[in-house]
């Protein structure tokens, strides 16, 4: 059985912070796919609806995601997107076929 962990996180920005957290988003990138752990990081912005943003992202296990919400990159980004976000929605999931 596989240990790797797929995240899709989906975020909805509010309309007047869309560029200041496209520009953080963006900022998470290179670092992170730089991690241990890291499989796949891929930022996606909605073509009907440009506040939506949905991360597909793929760990080596659980204890790579964790390292990486505790990371210095993912906790500037955070600290810097606070109050920007309308809704936040983050599903771990493991594959099962």
Same mark, same amino acid.
């Given at each position: ?17 869309? %560029?200041? *957290? ?10 992170? /796919? ?7 990081? /891929? ?8 506040? &939506?943003?949905?991360?597909? %992202? ?23 997107? %606070?109050?920007?976000? *309308?809704?936040?929605? &983050?599903?771990?999931?493991? /594959?099962?076929?």
């Amino acid at each position: 059985m596989s240990s790797i962990v797929t995240v899709v996180a989906k975020l909805i920005v509010h309309e007047a912070a869309l %560029e200041t *957290v496209k520009t953080e988003l963006l900022k998470m990138i290179e670092p992170t /796919r730089m991690e241990e752990g890291c499989i796949e990081y /891929r930022l996606h912005q909605d073509n009907d609806d440009p506040k &939506v943003f949905i991360f597909f %992202e793929m760990w080596e296990n659980l204890a790579c995601l964790e390292s990486h919400m505790a990371s210095p990159h993912f906790s500037s980004y955070v600290a810097a997107v %606070e109050g920007m976000i *309308v809704e936040k929605t &983050v599903h771990k999931m493991t /594959r099962i076929a």
